[in-house]
């Protein structure tokens, strides 16, 4: 992987537990879920604190796409995030877009990320596809879309939730 820049980055985001190359599904008209607009901060896990400023910003780009900045600071990277819907199952594409020193390389690959969310009792939880059912060796939308398909009904097809829960800030 090319990523000279990104990868210490990409390495401690949230949405870097499976990147793929091609996305899974295509920006379509889905209305995005003003609900979790705003900024975010982690919930540690039990018994732990949250790593400091580990805050999520999720913004209005149009009535079908998100603008996500994480972490929020001089390390995140932004990411253009749309609701997509394959089979039965929603969820939300992202498309690394970039950092502060701007685009990914042209020779640097297209990261993709797909994500689940859960947004009850103040709580904003995020999951990721899982790479066991849907490997991120995969290169093709169609091999993407064949697998996860595949897959739809198992509990395991999202997995990893990281907790946030509106800044006060």
Known sequence: MK?????????????????YESPLGAARDISIDTAVL??????????KAPKKNDRLMILKFSDSEYLLHYPVGNDGLY???????????????LQVIGTKDGAPKADEKKLFHVVSY????????????????VHEGLKTRA???????????????????DRFRRSAE
């Open 79 to 93: 990411y253009r995030a749309y609701p997509i819907e394959i089979g039965a199952i929603s969820c939300v594409q």
């Open 38 to 47: 705003g900024l975010w901060e982690a919930i540690g896990d039990e018994g």
């Open 143 to 161: 091999e993407l879309v064949q697998s996860f398909l595949e897959h739809q009904d198992d509990e395991r097809l999202f997995t990893d939730p």
């Open 3 to 19: 990523h000279a820049l990104l990868s210490p980055v990409l390495a401690a985001l949230l949405l870097a537990a499976c990147q």
């Open 118 to 133: 859960q947004l009850a009792d103040g709580e904003l939880a995020i999951k990721k596809l899982n790479p066991e059912l």
